[in-house]
Each structure stands twice: as structure tokens, then as C-alpha cells.
């Protein structure tokens, strides 16, 4: 009798090898099933906190853009529009024309500081979901975005109390309001300098706000498609927001002013297939693909 024989003859389990493999399959299975059901939460778990995600950057961008129709938008107006006036009045006066003093009203009221739901964001995307790429830049530039914006409009608001208290003739508010240089040489910019700053910033918050929905969306119908026959996921499929009404007043920024930022994120990862052309020995010449 052979070694193997006298093993399996010792150590046979008293009710057959079937009692022992149907045991072991069973707890395979259950195993199986257990981890099955465990990934399957966890899957649903991020989706849902993708979703959350994703009207919390809605809202913020919604936020921002009601910013800029009520105010930044009629500042920015207001600026030009004075700044326009008053380049039309010193050429005037350089050709000769007799021209009254220039005077011009201006709105120097405060900004409120807007509690957004940044930090949230911030929180849930990084602790609940295993976004990555793109979403995950515009959501660092988002909170950038907005934190930067807090502060110009605290500066704002401590330079128009400075002017309330201080007792300005019509040429140092004008001064203060163009930042032209004055008689001494002295240039403060401060004002017009911060404007600029409160538009491009409020711009920065809806672009990012906009770009992080947008991929939160794609991100979320990539794992509901690549997992969800295998878990038969009943989730339904996210879709674009719909920003067409903002766009149609202007509200929007353009996509040309962040070309920039854009271009990083516009190269797409090389296939399988053209990993494996691109391998050095196929460089070389040493061997060619069939």
C-alpha cells in the first residue's frame, strides 16, 4: 500500500470526503457572500456620498453666482463705467475744453462674508469617496477659491470703513476709488486692485464649483456602470446640472480664461495596447509588434 494510501485511510473523515468538501464549500460560499454584500454597501455608501457631493457644489456654485448678479456685477459696471467717465473728462481738459469739476457717485457699501458649505465638501470628498484627478484639483482650487474671496471682501469692507471715517474731498475719493497717484507721488491702488480680486475670485468659486459637479457626475455613472451588474445596483444615473439659465445671462466664466488649468487634464492616458508599442525595446527596433 502506498504512502498516499495509508494517509487518506488515516485521516478520511468518518462521513466521507463529501460531508468534508460540501463543509468547505459552504464556508467558501459564505464568505464569499458575506464579502459580496460588504462591498456592495460600501459601493452604495460612496455613491451616495457622491451624490451629497455633488449638490453641495451645486448649491456652492449657486451661491456665487447670486453673488455676482446682485453685486459683483454691478461694482465691476460701476467701476468701468466711472473709470471710462473719467479718462473722457481729463481728455477734455487736455484739449483745451472748458469742463467742470469731475464728480461721480459710487456704491461703497460692505459685502457679506458668505457661509458656504466649502468645508463640508471638502470633508466628504475626501473621507467618503476615492474620487481622484481632475475633481479632486477643482475641488482644492474651489476651497482656495473661496477662502481667498473671504478675505478681499474683509479688505474691501475695513478700506470703505476707512473712507467713512476719514474726511475726503472729492479728490481723495476719487483718488481712492481709481487709484490715481497723487500730488506727492503717493499711488494706492488698494481699492481698484481688490475689486479686480473680488471678480476674478468670484469667478474662480463657480468655474471650480461647476468643473467639480460636473466630474462628480461622470465619476459617479463610471461606478454605477462598471459595478453595477455585478452588484445590481438600483441607483439611479446621475445627470448634468442644467446651467443654461446663468449662461444665458452672462454669468457664467468662460472656459478661455482657464485654458490653462484646463489643458493639465486634457491628455488622456495611453491604452494597453499602446503601453505596450511604446515599450522601449519596440523603440529601439528590437522587436516589432505583430
Not at 459564505?30 to 455608501?45: D, L, M
Not at 456654485?61 to 459696471?77: D, G, T
Request: glycine share 4%.
Amino acid at each position: 500500500m502506498s504512502v498516499l494510501s495509508e494517509f487518506l485511510k488515516a485521516y478520511t473523515p468518518q462521513n466521507g470526503w463529501g460531508t468534508f468538501f460540501t463543509a468547505a464549500f459552504g464556508a467558501f460560499a459564505g464568505a464569499f457572500a458575506a464579502s459580496r454584500a460588504h462591498n456592495k454597501r460600501t459601493i452604495v455608501a460612496e455613491l451616495n456620498a457622491v451624490n451629497a457631493a455633488h449638490e453641495l457644489s451645486i448649491a456652492v456654485a449657486n451661491m456665487f453666482i447670486s453673488l455676482k448678479r446682485q453685486h459683483v456685477v454691478r461694482l465691476k459696471e460701476q467701476f468701468d463705467q466711472i473709470k471710462a467717465a473719467y479718462v473722457n473728462h481729463q481728455s477734455m481738459r487736455q484739449s483745451g475744453l472748458q469742463v467742470a469739476p469731475f464728480h461721480f457717485t459710487a456704491d461703497f457699501g460692505t459685502l457679506s462674508v458668505m457661509a458656504t458649505p466649502h468645508a463640508a465638501l471638502e470633508k466628504m470628498i475626501f473621507e467618503k469617496t476615492l474620487v481622484r484627478g481632475r475633481a479632486l484639483a477643482a475641488l482644492v482650487t474651489l476651497v482656495g477659491a473661496v477662502d481667498g474671496l473671504s478675505v478681499s471682501i474683509k479688505a474691501r469692507n475695513e478700506m470703505v470703513e476707512e473712507r467713512r471715517t476719514a474726511k475726503w474731498d472729492d479728490l481723495e475719493r476719487l483718488q481712492f476709488f481709481l487709484g490715481l497717484r497723487k500730488a506727492d507721488g503717493v499711488h494706492d491702488d488698494r481699492y481698484p486692485t481688490n475689486l479686480a480680486s473680488i471678480v476674478a475670485q468670484t469667478d474662480d468659486c463657480i468655474f471650480f464649483a461647476k468643473i467639480l459637479a460636473s466630474d462628480l457626475v461622470r465619476y459617479s455613472n463610471k461606478v454605477r456602470r462598471t459595478e453595477g451588474r455585478f452588484y445590481r445596483l438600483r441607483l439611479p444615473k446621475m445627470v448634468e446640472a442644467d446651467w443654461s439659465y446663468p449662461e444665458s445671462l452672462a454669468l457664467m466664466p468662460e472656459d478661455a480664461a482657464y485654458e490653462t488649468w484646463l489643458r493639465g487634464f486634457s491628455k488622456k492616458q495611453p491604452s494597453r495596447w499602446q503601453r505596450i508599442v511604446d515599450w522601449r525595446p519596440f523603440q529601439k527596433g528590437t522587436l516589432k509588434p505583430s
